[in-house]
């Protein structure tokens, strides 16, 4: 069965880039979740979108912004990066606001 | 403090023995409470789902129990085997909101 695919896997930057990550869910899935994991830290929620509007908003930084298209895959951008955002990006999908969010295999952004 | 709380922060049990993961929660209005298996760099995985009326479901070895008086869920894993040492992760869901809280997880180590 499809899952959520997520790209890159892996993303080295450096101070000050800026980096894109992107979602395709779960076909059929109109709602789109990321989350961020820092090193030996619990997967922090960021942003969620349904039928591409925000739907919530997390502890996203005001140097990210987040977009679901047409296609219902989103795209989460990143600038002025810091160290600090280093991190393992998880973007999940759902059906809904209310079903299992499934996840994708992350992103794992480092910032040099 | 935290909204969500798991216990133990992690556990080391020798394989082909049952162990039981804590979770106290705060969260109110309360929809549903999930707990999660994540391997390490992976996405976590659902193992179940609780509402509110429901205080037991198994999904094969892992059964979790909910009491919504008192707030709390445990999950038992039983025979364990060398592939389910992983975080453990508690999620609880607001009503009516497609905002979750992740517990801080429970590290679990299955030992042969």
């Known amino acids: 069965a499809a899952g959520v695919i997520q790209s890159p896997r892996h993303l080295i930057k450096e101070k000050r880039e800026t980096a894109t990550l992107k979602c395709y869910p779960i076909?059929?899935?109109?709602?789109v979740y990321w989350y961020q994991q820092g090193p030996g830290q619990d997967p922090q929620f960021l942003i969620s979108?349904?039928?591409?509007?925000?739907?919530d908003k997390g502890s996203i930084p005001d140097r990210f912004s987040a977009q679901q298209f047409s296609d219902y895959h989103s795209e989460l951008n990143m600038s002025s990066l810091e160290l600090g955002d280093s991190a393992l990006y998880f973007c999940?999908?759902?059906?809904?606001?209310?079903?299992?969010?499934?996840f994708g295999d992350g992103t794992r952004l480092s910032i040099l | 403090k935290n909204q969500v709380e798991q216990s133990p922060q992690s556990l080391i049990i020798l394989e082909g023995k049952n162990c039981t993961l804590q979770c106290n929660y705060t969260v109110s209005p309360f929809s549903n409470l999930r707990w999660y298996k994540q391997d390490t760099g992976r996405g976590p995985v659902s193992l179940t789902i609780?509402?509110?009326?429901?205080n037991t479901k198994s999904n094969g070895r892992y059964t979790a129990t909910l009491d919504a008086d008192t707030k709390q869920s445990s999950l038992h894993i039983t025979a364990s085997q060398l592939s389910d040492s992983a975080s453990y992760i508690c999620?609880?869901?607001?009503?009516?909101?497609?905002?979750?809280?992740f517990g801080s997880g429970t590290r679990l180590s299955i030992r042969p």
């Open positions: 609780m509402t509110f009326s429901e």
């Open positions: 999620v609880v869901r607001y009503s009516s909101a497609s905002k979750i809280i």
């Open positions: 979108f349904y039928e591409k509007m925000q739907s």
């Open positions: 076909p059929r899935h109109d709602t």
């Open positions: 999940a999908s759902s059906s809904g606001g209310n079903q299992p969010q499934h």
